[in-house]
């Protein structure tokens, strides 16, 4: 296929969007009504390249709050319709609306109760006339230049899966942490997780009293391993920090004399702090903006609860 070939390829699924976009009415919010009052669940099915959007569909809306499962119409119609209560809504997807097994599938679905809604090609096919709600995708051609292997089609029913999850994202007020919770595993959860999942707490804390001396304050420094020092009053709260760069510093201005200075008297005053329930990438933001290794965790009353090194948020990069 030559260039020209691939981009009508893509003009055509394009048209396909905006004429699925102008088309969409009040039947796409009463699925959306019907979907955020459901007890059950979201049971998302079709055939073939249908069936396989069917099943990102099903993925996408359990991951944003609205559990949903793919439900294959043979195996349905071999037992696996067990999966489906009267407490669900199932959305059948069929670009031509007639395919077999949805159809034969369609009367099951609703004597157990089920409330099924299609999403075809036509109104007037058989799947849109059995069902309880319907909303048209229209299609003037397929992409596939033979006109036989969808395309156009299913890009639509994609877009359409991905407009209702959206949808009910943002009427369930759906939120970041929701999210968090549906996605503990990979790069994604460790990026959501927040910083009192992330930090270095209780021994783990480099920690010096202000009348300690910076020679023994080097060697909490050197035992925690973590390039720094908080200094806190006798109740935890921050009075300071000290850095490996800040001993460098001192040494070039100062030279040994300093080892015998007490803590306070070497530590940084106002260094940057973060509240343990911030989020872990928001972290990795102030960081990275200000070129530093490492931030003091405090409460609402600046007691120390943890400190955060860049360590710990490696692979936390946007994706």
């Known amino acids: 296929m030559t260039l020209d070939g691939a981009k009508k390829v893509l003009a055509i699924e394009a048209e396909a969007l905006l004429r699925l976009k102008d088309s969409l009415d009040g039947g796409f919010v009463d699925l959306m009504e019907k979907v955020l009052v459901c007890k059950g669940r979201v049971v998302v099915s079709g055939m073939g390249k249908s069936g396989l959007i069917a099943h990102k569909i099903a993925a996408t ?4 709050g609205t559990p949903a499962l793919f439900l294959h119409p043979s195996e349905a119609l071999h037992g696996d319709l067990g999966m489906v209560t009267a407490d669900d809504v199932v959305f059948a997807l ?11 599938l369609a009367p099951f679905i609703k004597r157990l109760g089920a409330f099924l809604a299609s999403a075809t090609g036509s109104r007037k096919s058989t799947l849109a006339r059995v069902s309880d709600l319907h909303i048209t995708v229209p299609i003037d051609q397929e992409a596939c230049p033979l006109g036989l292997a969808p395309m156009a089609s299913t890009t639509a029913q994609l877009a359409l899966g991905d407009a209702l999850a959206a949808a009910l994202i943002e009427r369930r007020g759906f939120k970041a942490d929701d999210f968090a919770r549906l ?8 990026r959501l997780m927040r910083v009192n999942e992330l930090m270095h707490k209780g021994r783990e804390i480099p920690r010096v009293a202000p009348e300690t001396l910076l020679k023994d304050a080097i060697y909490e420094i050197s035992s925690k391993k973590l390039g720094m020092t908080v200094v806190t009053d006798g109740e935890g709260r921050l009075e300071g920090v000290i850095t ?25 005053r106002k ?7 911030a989020m872990a990438v928001q972290a990795l933001g102030i960081m990275e903006s200000r070129k530093i290794t490492s931030l003091v965790v405090v409460d609402e009353e600046s007691r120390v609860e943890g400190v955060l090194h860049l360590h710990d948020l490696w692979g936390l990069q946007m994706i």
């Open 244 to 268: 490996d760069g800040d001993m460098r510093r001192l040494f070039q201005a100062h030279g040994g004399n300093v080892l015998d200075w007490p803590a306070a008297d070497c530590a940084s």
């Open 94 to 104: 069929s670009n031509s609306g007639e395919t077999e097994e949805l159809v034969r």
């Open 61 to 64: 809306l359990a991951s944003t």
């Open 183 to 190: 996605h503990p595993g990979g790069k994604l959860g460790k």
């Open 271 to 277: 260094p940057l702090t973060i509240r343990p329930e």
